[in-house]
């Protein structure tokens, strides 16, 4: 439960300010976030800090065990794939790969889905009506089923599965965005701003917006976490980021074949991909308790 806070008189504080402290309550959605901020650091510098290229081969120290092993060395953390390459240094080059472009997704998918959901929202009869069924209709395939789908048309590689993905996940903020509009409309303030003289533009922006930024952003940190598992996956299938490629998917895929004798090859980064879907969802969880109306 979240906690209550009873303010009086000069103190009691701005509805952002009455955010954060809800937020920053909640002591997982809190660690969730430094997480975040820490992610985040790794795929803008992790390229800068790795002590190895990530296709940098040493012959010398095939499948070299983890500092922590009797077996393993300082000079590689994390230890070696099959190859010799540094597993360290290729799971901070990952994280701009995995981390970096699904926030580039998801920020492109959101821009698209608050258009097309933003006009639709705004649209009655028979328009609205047939959009929000083939919403329906496209949002009963999966995001990772859509995105195979389009890889498939238009081939594997990176660049590709940044479409894929992107056109699998726009729907979803479509959606969200389109409902959350439909229902703000049926509010009596909304209908007595039509009375007042409001035009429709004024009424999307001034009246229902500011009541359904909540949807926006709980969205958002759904669909950053949806990307980096879309995204791990069509690299586990090959079908996404290629050889030597270090995206943390790819990487799980690569160590599979050593996965008896050398686990480490697979468990690092799959636990990479673990705690950045983790914290994200600690932080939407986060979110939506703090911007329930409950706590406004």
Sequence with gaps: MPQIKIYQGDEIPSPMLKIWHTFADNPFAFAGLWAVVG???LAVFGPFIAPYSPEHQDPHALLLAPSWDPAGTVEHFLGTDDLGRDI??????????????????????????????SISGMMKGLKSSILSHLLDALLSI???????????VMGPGLNNVFWAVGIALTPQFVRAIHQAIHEELQKEY?????????????????VIMPNVWDTVIIQTTLGISAAILDIAALGFLNLGAQAPSPEWGAMVSQGMDNILTAPWTVTIPGVAILCSVLAINLVGDGLRSALSPINN
Excluded: C
Excluded at 94 to 113: D, K, Q, R, W, Y
């Design 88 to 117: 360290f240094s290729r799971l901070l080059h990952g994280a701009h790969l995995t981390f970096g472009v699904a926030l580039a997704i998801v920020l492109t998918s959101l821009v698209l889905g608050f258009i097309i959901g």
């Design 190 to 206: 909304v209908k007595a701003a039509k009375l007042d003289g409001a035009n429709p533009i004024q009424i999307f922006w001034y």
């Design 142 to 152: 999966p995001s990772l089923l859509m995105a195979i789908l389009v890889v498939a």
């Design 39 to 41: 992610f985040l650091l």
